[in-house]
């Protein structure tokens, strides 16, 4: 496949490539714009050196309740189970992820919406913003699959088509989030460079992506070389705690080996000024689910005396 002129970070190449330096900006709000949101100075620098923040007891318990009674009723939907945006596991029925979550529930998009995130995201990504992709990820207890280390921004540029690094990802945790069954785990300082991939990819790849991720890996020289460097780190807490990470932080996270399950939900804004373009793989798009070119308008703020943060 040949490099296209308008591709700044080249990938799922024939021959290995370099990794270098991102080319944009890890915050992108600047002067008054930057200081005027909930996330400080502090925050700000933490979020640019290590590519992700944490805050515990973000949502209300008694809102996490709902959320959690509202999945356990999509477990048992058939129209949802056997819809095109629920992954099972490799080989079973159980469910691994849920796309598109947040046009099944009214409750879910008020979320995506809630002012305090929009501020935060807003700080972030300097520009209105809109959903690219939501879901949420399931770990049943001893049977939840694990998920390989890779950037984000690696797949949605080369399958969705999204330009530049101007997008993050809000992980709210809506069970809590020990050592022991598999929680998200990062490399801080790993969204500072960007490593480029190697293989062709198929069409349709994310039929089999989404169950088990081979392409978009990077190579266990340059996973080596990052961890060696800055670390792994596995933020633990809560039901309710948020994670924000930035699209290009290496993650992944181990198979759930406790009795213990593990939910989270996964909201990712894009920049109105880094809307999709061809996928740069050279293939058709994937599915709105994954990578929406179609409702990317600006989002509003919904305002909701449920909807607020604890401590």
Known sequence: METRSDDLYPTRL?????RFERLDPIVHST???????????????????DGFLVFNQFLDPELVRR?????????????????????????????????????????????????RILDMVHQLLGSDVYIHQSRINYKPGFHGKGFDWHSD????????????????????ALTDNTPFNGPLML???????????????????????????ELGVPSG????REIERHGIQAPTGPAGSLIIFECNTLHGSNANMSPWPRSNLFFVYNSVENKL?????GNKPRPDFLGNRTSTEA???AWSRDLHKVG
């Open 67 to 115: 959320f959690r009674e509202d999945l356990r009723a999509y477990e048992n939907d058939e129209s949802v189970l056997h819809s095109e945006g629920t992954i099972t596991e490799p080989g079973k029925q159980e469910i691994r992820s849920i796309f598109g979550i947040h046009e099944l529930s009214e409750r879910f998009d008020r979320l995506t919406r809630d002012p």
């Open 31 to 49: 002067g008054r714009d930057r200081s005027d949101g909930p996330l400080s100075d502090t925050d700000l620098a933490r979020y640019e050196r």
């Open 187 to 213: 490399v801080p300082g790993s969204h500072k460079t960007y490593i480029p991939c190697v293989g062709r990819t198929p069409e349709d790849n994310y039929q089999s992506s989404l169950k088990k991720q």
């Open 14 to 18: 024939e021959r290995p490539m370099s």
């Open 277 to 281: 373009r061809q996928p740069y793989c």
């Open 299 to 301: 989002l509003t703020p």
């Open 153 to 172: 921004f690696e797949t949605w540029h080369a399958e969705d088509g999204m330009p530049r690094m101007r997008s993050v990802s809000f992980s709210i």
């Open 221 to 224: 020289q340059d996973l080596n």
